[in-house]
């Protein structure tokens, strides 16, 4: 078995052990520019995915190899800064599309605005999500 081949097993098992949470992404566009209003893009479709959520997971330091110094929230003895409500991760494999910042995700109700999408070498997507008003 080469790398490529043990990774997307490896994947695969972490999706079908953790990813038990039902999401859809909601495909949005800006129809005249930046500054125009959100609406539903009309040349993607929405897809459901599952997934698995961190909810509320916590900032790292600047450094985190380093030692907490006094001026860290660590250091200081609080906890550290929340800086999105969830870390969402899904096996992304067979994704029609990556979604984009404008794009919305759907959960058991609300909905989430993604706040970034870092990209990795394996399958999964890693998602940074904080909660929005429905329109």
Do not use: C
């Not at 972490?14 to 566009?29: H, I, K, L, R, S």
């Not at 040349?43 to 907490?68: E, K, M």
């Not at 919305?104 to 909905?111: D, K, L, N």
Request: hydrophobic fraction near 45%; avoid cysteine; proline fraction near 9%.
């Amino acid at each position: 078995m080469n790398w490529a081949a043990a990774q997307r097993s490896s994947d695969s098992l972490v999706a079908a052990t953790f990813d038990n949470e039902t999401f859809v992404v909601v495909p949005m566009a800006r129809a005249a520019g930046v500054n125009s209003a959100l609406q539903p893009d009309p040349a993607r479709a929405s897809f459901t995915f599952l997934g698995s959520i961190d909810q509320f997971p916590r900032d790292l330091p600047v450094s985190f190899a380093q030692p907490p110094s006094l001026t860290s929230p660590a250091g200081r003895g609080s906890d550290a800064a929340v800086s999105h409500e969830w870390v969402i991760t899904a096996d992304a494999i067979s994704w029609p599309f990556w979604p984009g910042s404008d794009d919305f995700i759907e959960h058991a109700g609300g909905r989430y605005a993604i706040g970034a999408r870092p990209r990795n070498d394996s399958g999964r997507a890693v998602i940074f999500a904080s909660r929005v008003r429905k329109p």
